[in-house]
C-alpha cells in the first residue's frame, strides 16, 4: 500500500517507550507473568515465555527484573496474579480498535478503558464485533538498508514465513504465531537488526484516514489508552500517509 504509515508510526512509539522506560519494563513483566503463570517458567519448555524474554532483552530489561516476573507468575513470589482482559470499539472515522490489558482490578481497567473512549468520542462495542476483522500474525519489521529483498525473501521463506511485504523504508515480514519466533531467529542468525517484531493482531481491512486533524484526534486516542497502567496493548486498523505521519510528529 502506498504511503503505508506503519514504519511513521513504530519509529513515533519507539520515542515515546525511550521516554518512559519504566512503564515498559513494566508492560513486559505483565506480559512474563500471565506466560510463566500458564506455561511454567521455563523458556525452553514455554514457547510464548522465550518470545518474551527476547523481547525484554531487545529493551535491555534487567535481568534481574525478567526472573522476578517469571516467579512472580509461577508462584514463587507473591504479586503475580493479572487477569486478561479485552475491549473493543470505534474510534472517528469508523477505526477499529481492540485494546488488550492485563490487571489485578477489572472494574479500574474498564472504567479508564471507558474513560478513554468516551473522551475521545469513541464508541465500544460488544465483544467480538471488532476482533472479527483481525487475525493474529508474527511481525516483524526491518529497515530496507539492512539487507536485499531477494537474499531477505531467501531466509524467510525457508523459515516458514508467510509474507513479505516491501514499503518505502522498511519490509515487513508476516508469519503464523507459531512461526513467528523460528523465522525471528533465523532473521538475526543471518546478522539481520529487526527494528520491530511481536505477535500482534492485524486487520485485512484498512481504514484510510487522508485528513490531518482527523488522523491526529485519532493517534492520540491511540495514545491515551496506550498510557493507560493496565493496557497492554493497542491495536487498529487505521492507515496514513508517510507525509501526514510525519507532519503530526513535527507539530
Do not use: C
Request: aromatic share 6%; net charge negative.
Amino acid at each position: 500500500m502506498a504511503g503505508h504509515s506503519k514504519w511513521a508510526n513504530i519509529k513515533h512509539k519507539k520515542g515515546r517507550a525511550d521516554a518512559a522506560r519504566a512503564k515498559v519494563f513494566s508492560k513486559i513483566s505483565k506480559e512474563i507473568m500471565v506466560a510463566a503463570s500458564g506455561g511454567g517458567g521455563n523458556p525452553d519448555d514455554n514457547i510464548q515465555l522465550r518470545a518474551l524474554i527476547q523481547k525484554a532483552k531487545s529493551v535491555s530489561m534487567p535481568k534481574d527484573n525478567i526472573e522476578r516476573a517469571i516467579k512472580k507468575g509461577t508462584g514463587e513470589l507473591e504479586g503475580g496474579r493479572l487477569e486478561e482482559g479485552s475491549y473493543e470499539g470505534y474510534a472517528a472515522g469508523g477505526v477499529a480498535v481492540i485494546v488488550k490489558v492485563l490487571t489485578d482490578n477489572k472494574n479500574r481497567s474498564a472504567a479508564a478503558v471507558r474513560h478513554a473512549f468516551s473522551k475521545a468520542d469513541a464508541n465500544l462495542a460488544e465483544q467480538g464485533a471488532v476482533s472479527r476483522m483481525f487475525k493474529r500474525k508474527g511481525q516483524i519489521l526491518i529497515n530496507k538498508n539492512e539487507i536485499e529483498e531477494d537474499k531477505l525473501m531467501e531466509i524467510i521463506i525457508e523459515a516458514g514465513a508467510e509474507d513479505l511485504k516491501t514499503y518505502e523504508e522498511h519490509y515487513e515480514i508476516l508469519t503464523s504465531p507459531t512461526d513467528f519466533e523460528i523465522v525471528s531467529e533465523e532473521i538475526s542468525k543471518a546478522g539481520i537488526n529487526l527494528d520491530d517484531s511481536d505477535i500482534t493482531f492485524i486487520s485485512d481491512t484498512i481504514s484510510e484516514i487522508n485528513d490531518k486533524d482527523q488522523a491526529k484526534k485519532i493517534m492520540n486516542f491511540i495514545e491515551s489508552l496506550e498510557e493507560l497502567d493496565d493496557v497492554q496493548n493497542v491495536y487498529s486498523n487505521f492507515d496514513i500517509s508517510e507525509d501526514i505521519a510525519k507532519e503530526i510528529e513535527e507539530n
